[in-house]
T-cell receptor
Framework: DAGVIQSPRHEVTEMGQEVTLRCKPISGHNSLFWYRQTMMRGLELLIYFNNNVPIDDSGMPEDRFSAKMPNASFSTLKIQPSEPRDSAVYFC???FGTGHYDYGYTFGSGTRLTVV | DAKTTQPNSMESNEEEPVHLPCNHSTISGTDYIHWYRQLPSQGPEYVIHGLTSNVNNRMASLAIAEDRKSSTLILHRATLRDAAVYYCILRVLAYSGAGSYQLTFGKGTKLSVIP
């Protein structure tokens, strides 16, 4: 099991450019989560999907952020246009849940985004 | 959201047991208690979770108070590799359908292990 795979590991981009972060969850997991981590705000949940359907995107900061999960093995988080305040480490996590019993999340290694 | 309170930081000597406390006085009857840790420059890592009874696994033990208003994560023998930020989180049942639940992370406890 390769775990949750995120790409790229590091991304440096100029303000105004489009950025796409990618995530491959663990096979068989039915839930996927996007988090953002900064020193000031800690770990923030941006959006999560159950069975490829977005359930709660209330954490997405603004319309510049969008996330998709076209199938069970792939998700993207897009920022367009990017701004310096979007600089952070973005984590993807996946889990298997039944709606009743709790299972642990598995996090990816993260993408460190720097917008200059 | 149900909230947790943890000390900002703790220190432990290597090979000594560590008890990391967490208060969650507003916990509801169906809330699970989860613990994650985050090593430097890595993503968070699941440690353990429980509902009412104490739980043990290969990484740690979780002791839950009888009234469930507090819990303690126990590392039986701290190693340098256990230096991390430890998060105590209450499950937020935000979605009743099939699938997983939402976890809201706080600031956690930064554990330092002294050789």
């Amino acid at each position: 099991d390769a775990g949750v795979i995120q790409s790229p590991r590091h991304e440096v981009t100029e303000m105004g450019q489009e950025v796409t972060l990618r995530c491959k969850p663990i096979s068989g997991h039915n839930s996927l989560f996007w988090y953002r981590q900064t020193m000031m705000r800690g770990l923030e949940l941006l959006i999560y999907f159950n069975n490829n359907v977005p359930i709660d995107d209330s954490g997405m900061p603004e319309d510049r952020f969008s996330a998709k999960m076209p199938n069970a093995s792939f998700s993207t988080l897009k920022i367009q246009p990017s701004e310096p305040r979007d600089s952070a480490v973005y984590f993807c996590a996946s889990s298997f849940g039944t709606g009743h019993y709790d299972y642990g999340y598995t996090f990816g290694s993260g993408t460190r985004l720097t917008v200059v | 959201d149900a909230k947790t309170t943890q000390p900002n930081s703790m220190e432990s000597n290597e090979e000594e047991p560590v008890h990391l406390p967490c208060n969650h006085s507003t916990i509801s009857g169906t809330d699970y208690i989860h613990w994650y840790r985050q090593l430097p420059s890595q993503g968070p890592e699941y440690v353990i979770h429980g509902l009412t009874s104490n739980v043990n696994n290969r990484m740690a033990s979780l002791a839950i108070a009888e009234d469930r208003k507090s819990s303690t994560l126990i590392l039986h023998r701290a190693t340098l590799r256990d230096a991390a930020v430890y998060y105590c989180i209450l499950r937020v049942l935000a979605y009743s359908g099939a699938g997983s639940y939402q976890l809201t992370f706080g600031k956690g406890t930064k554990l330092s292990v002294i050789p």
